[in-house]
């Protein structure tokens, strides 16, 4: 079985229960938007991400889509402060260098904004001076922030971050929250 859900901003990737250290539950979870059991999620999104999130009972599928030498393209759309030009980008195409590690070279190009988007909760920062614009971004990695940290070094913070598709399988068709069975 194979599960295509289109995660909400804020919402943990997990089933259990996410508490607060006071105590109190947090975040929603998966459990909140799929009543499927005995599946689990084929990699992880950033609580502050949005997007594509796949899950499946298939031990083989969800090893296979998670780990990094399989090397399974994922694309972002990126919402970030300032608009970069074509020179701005080249170093996230060579392979920007990051405190912990090099990533291995990306696509990036600016985008038009992908067009139906939700509307998020809570909405982004905006600065009346500075303008946003939307960047595609593919890589075959996924480590912990890796994107917005990407953006970052370049001089273009991630506002907003949206997985649209990790190889074939995409968000089409799915508005945040809902999900499908493949």
């Not at 295509?4 to 975040?27: E, R």
């Not at 999620?41 to 599928?61: K, N, P, Q, V, Y």
């Not at 996924?142 to 001089?155: C, E, L, Y």
Request: glycine content about 6%.
């Amino acid at each position: 079985m194979i599960i295509l859900f289109n995660k909400p901003f804020n919402v943990v990737c997990q089933f259990s229960a996410h508490h607060l250290p006071n105590g109190k539950t947090g975040h929603p979870t998966l459990k909140d938007f799929i009543p499927t059991p005995n599946i689990y999620a084929a990699g992880r999104l950033d609580t502050d991400s949005e997007g594509l999130l796949i899950l499946t009972d298939d031990g083989m599928l969800q090893h296979r889509l998670s780990d990094p030498k399989h090397k399974e393209i994922k694309t972002y759309w990126v919402q970030v402060e300032g608009v970069p030009s074509h020179a701005d980008l080249e170093p996230l195409r060579l392979g920007v260098v990051l405190s912990d590690f090099v990533a291995k070279p990306a696509q990036a190009r600016l985008i038009v904004a992908p067009k139906p988007l939700w509307l998020r909760e809570p909405p982004i920062r905006e600065r009346k001076a500075i303008p946003t614009s939307w960047l595609e971004i593919k890589i075959s990695e996924g480590k912990n922030r890796q994107v917005r940290r990407m953006t970052a070094q370049i001089g273009f913070p991630t506002l907003r971050l949206i997985r649209y598709a990790i190889g074939p399988y995409t968000i089409d068709g799915l508005t945040s929250g809902e999900w499908r069975e493949l």
